[in-house]
């Protein structure tokens, strides 16, 4: 069965406006979560690291300011798109490994169209 | 960010036949993840390796951390419907709680 998981699955929003998505580890405690990108007919790219109860770690071109995470528990962690434009729109999905010196094993995604 | 090239990027195969796809990379990793993307969802792994040399397999699939550690490749053998999807390496310098540099994902399509 899945272990991480994602909410929501898909989600379409008005540009200008901020969307939360929800990267939850199921019956283990993540203090390391990733967050990526895929567009269309693309691989996934890393946007960044998620620490708990610390600052996220963020790739080389990707704002902090626009894509805010918070890792406020060891079973969630949030990404928060503000100010969504159209060129947003993505597939954004999540990743975890069960244990330090496990396999990362990735949620379902989340598709966001932004208008 | 890096991607790690891989290699072909798209397969058209006969029900039954057997598939080969490799990655290639200029540095090296010391452990190497292939993973299954569907339509709409997130990545499922598939098989890892962990050591230069390494031959594993999962059913049908047999993967090979090449002996460099700057690639890997993946084995599909009688193919079925079922393996229809995008397959994707992934290089890690060290192993679980590092991020991943993904491929760029072989497309497997089926012909009846």
């Known amino acids: 069965g899945a272990v991480v998981s994602q909410h929501p699955s898909r989600v379409i929003c008005k540009s200008g406006t901020s969307v939360k998505i929800e990267c939850r580890s199921l019956?283990?405690?993540?203090?390391?979560m990733f967050w990526y990108r895929q567009f269309p007919k693309q691989s996934l790219m890393l946007m960044a690291t998620?620490?708990?109860?610390?600052?996220?770690?963020?790739e080389q071109g990707v704002e902090k300011d626009k894509f805010l995470i918070n890792h406020a528990s060891l079973t969630l962690s949030t990404l928060t798109v503000t100010s969504a434009h159209p060129e947003d729109s993505s597939f954004y999905i999540c990743?975890?490994?069960?244990?330090?010196?496990?396999?990362?094993?990735f949620g379902p995604g989340t598709r966001l169209l932004v208008l | 960010g890096q991607q790690l090239n891989q290699s072909p990027q798209s397969m058209f195969i006969q029900e039954g036949e057997d598939v080969s796809m490799n990655c290639t990379s200029s540095s090296i990793f010391n452990t190497w993840l292939w993973y299954k993307q569907e339509p709409g969802e997130g990545p499922v792994l598939l098989i890892a390796l962990y050591k230069a040399g390494e031959l594993t397999s999962n059913g049908r699939l047999t993967a090979q951390f090449g002996i460099t550690r700057k690639d890997s490749f993946l084995n599909i053998s009688a193919s079925i419907p079922s393996d229809v999807g995008i397959y994707f390496c992934a290089g890690q310098f060290n192993f679980g709680n590092e991020k991943l540099t993904f491929g760029t994902g072989t497309r497997l399509t089926i012909i009846p």
């Open positions: 019956d283990f405690q993540a203090t390391t």
């Open positions: 990743s975890a490994p069960l244990a330090a010196k496990e396999t990362q094993y």
């Open positions: 998620s620490n708990e109860g610390s600052k996220a770690t963020y």
